[in-house]
């Protein structure tokens, strides 16, 4: 049986992701959406210097929202510089959702110079979520994106072109299709 899980989509819009890393971004975030089924909860949150949610909280994965999600992709632009704490701090908020499992997975080409503060983060609020990283690009910081993925029970997956992002993103939504164990209790007889 898959759990019923709340998907959220961190994407980074910042000015190193222009050109063909924000295509790629957009198609790879595009596929997620269309990967979600209608039990399934889900929210996108784009940062570069401020970011921004879709929805104050996650909604169902039903057609409306889907069309909605899939407008505000199609808008996003690369500007500005990489601010990742703060939204990453949003994705990390467990707010009491009624889903057993968040899978966060956030997509970037990884340009940040604070990753100790990043993984300090990641240890102490990750909770019941799992943070999977995706990076995007010809050369990602793949020392960031591989241990954030550690820090956060996840995997990496390294998209470097455009071709490749269905691919990618098959092989990672395969991933999150196999159900978790969570609070698993052993009980020997006497």
């Not at 898959?2 to 596929?31: C, E, H, W, Y």
């Not at 909860?41 to 057609?63: G, K, Q, V, Y």
């Not at 110079?113 to 943070?131: H, K, Q, V």
């Amino acid at each position: 049986q898959r759990p019923m899980p709340n998907v959220l989509l961190l994407v980074d819009t910042s000015g190193s992701m222009g050109g063909a890393s924000i295509l790629q971004a957009k198609q790879a975030l595009l596929m997620a959406v269309d990967q979600l089924r209608p039990e399934d909860f889900f929210n996108i949150i784009e940062f570069n210097s401020n970011f921004t949610e879709l929805w104050p909280e996650s909604r169902p994965a039903m057609p409306a929202a889907l069309a909605e999600a899939k407008l505000w992709v199609e808008r996003l632009d690369a500007n500005g510089v990489t601010e990742i704490m703060g939204p990453l701090l949003a994705a990390l908020e467990d707010r009491a959702e009624h889903t057993p499992l968040r899978q966060i997975i956030f997509i970037t080409d990884g340009c940040v110079g604070n990753e100790d503060a990043l993984f300090d983060a990641i240890n102490t609020g990750l909770g019941r979520s799992r943070l999977f990283t995706v990076g995007i690009g010809s050369a990602p910081n793949s020392h960031f994106m591989e241990r954030a993925a550690t820090f956060g029970r996840g995997s990496f997956t390294h998209i470097g072109t455009p071709s490749e992002v269905s691919l990618r993103m098959g092989e990672l939504f395969a991933k999150l299709e196999n159900p978790v164990l969570a609070d698993i209790e052993l009980v020997w007889p006497d």
